[in-house]
């Protein structure tokens, strides 16, 4: 878990490691089913596809987390609420984006869960989130529509969803490989963007 712990610079350990290694790795640690999410520091690892060019995964990911780790039971969280970690990971990941650099001012993309949400913000103004066509077999980002506009990038500003708008998703049953690809489609990383 811990070979994955540097939210700020996923790029660097990328470099490191190398990209395709970096990517096969991050496929054997989930298909061998070597994640643990009630392990709440390696909450950002299903995310770390999306800067790795392969934002599918982890919508993919994400997915069977939600169904495999949480219920509405007393026994629903896989791990320790430690100052709400785990209900923070369940609502943002429903949402459809997560923090995986809390300190850099993005979320990273994954799916929304739901096919309607609206978040009322601090300042009264509204984000609505809407997938009307999201099932559980349509777990994937054909397209999303941001204010009126495509948008292909892996991650959202947080300071752009203070404004307020419209998220609009179109899902599918099968990933669009193609989407959110390019160097400029990926979130923060420190080794990448520090200047």
């Known amino acids: 878990h811990y070979t994955w712990y540097v939210p700020h610079d996923v790029n660097g350990l990328m470099k490191h490691i190398g990209k395709e290694r970096f990517r096969a790795r991050l496929d054997t640690f989930f298909e061998k089913d070597y994640y643990w999410h009630g392990n709440e520091p390696g909450h950002h690892i299903p995310y770390l596809f999306a800067l790795a060019g392969e934002a599918w995964k982890t919508q993919k990911w994400v997915h069977n987390i939600l169904n495999r780790e949480y219920y509405p039971t007393p026994d629903g969280l896989s791990g320790n609420d430690d100052a709400g970690q785990m209900s923070a990971w369940l609502v943002f990941s429903m949402v459809g984006f997560y923090p995986v650099c809390p300190g850099s001012n993005e979320y990273v993309m994954g799916a ?3 096919k309607k949400a609206t978040i009322t913000l601090e300042n009264g103004k509204k984000l609505e989130i809407s997938a009307p066509k999201n099932n559980d077999d349509n777990r994937y980002i054909r397209s999303l529509n941001y204010n009126g506009k495509n ?21 599918d049953n099968k990933p669009n490989k193609g989407r959110g690809i390019n160097e400029s489609d990926f979130p923060y990383s420190f080794s990448r963007d520090a200047k």
Do not use: A, I
């Open 112 to 114: 929304p869960y739901f």
């Open 151 to 171: 948008y292909t990038k892996n991650y959202l500003n947080h300071f752009d969803l203070l404004k307020g708008g419209r998220l609009v998703f179109d899902m």
